[in-house]
Nanobody, 119 residues
Framework: QVQLVESGGGLVQPGGSLQLSCEAS????????MGWYRQVPGKQRELVAT?????????EYSDSVKGRFIISYANAKNTVHLQMNSLKPEDTAVYYC???????????WGQGTQVTVSS
């Protein structure tokens, strides 16, 4: 019932910045929380940041990105951004947009977008 499409990935030099976007469509009213995860080959997918879909828009960040990344909604509430600053090579991963529904607590995933931090 929910479709997620990511965009904005690419190649960035260390210390640079990049903004990812995720557009949700379908039955977006069921979404309770949106977030970003990332995955490196051979490693578990890890949570990067989350934001609640209610009026509070509470945010949470993993320790590895705290102070460098910012998650936020665009003016249109169906789009969430991940502003990534002071990028490090270890940030290199496929980044996935996630939506968690309120009642059934189903997870929806985007197709992923590659972020590569390298000189």
């Amino acid at each position: 019932q929910v479709q997620l499409v990511e965009s904005g990935g690419g190649l960035v030099q260390p210390g640079g910045s990049l903004q990812l976007s995720c557009e949700a469509s379908g039955n977006i009213q069921v979404i309770g929380t949106m977030g970003w995860y990332r995955q490196v080959p051979g490693k578990q997918r890890e949570l990067v940041a989350t934001i609640t879909s209610d009026s509070n828009s509470w945010t949470e960040y993993s320790d590895s990105v705290k102070g460098r990344f910012i998650i936020s909604y665009a003016n249109a509430k169906n789009t969430v951004h991940l502003q990534m600053n002071s990028l490090k090579p270890e940030d290199t991963a496929v980044y996935y947009c996630n939506a968690l529904t309120k009642i059934a607590r189903w997870n929806y995933w985007g197709q992923g977008t590659q972020v590569t931090v390298s000189s």
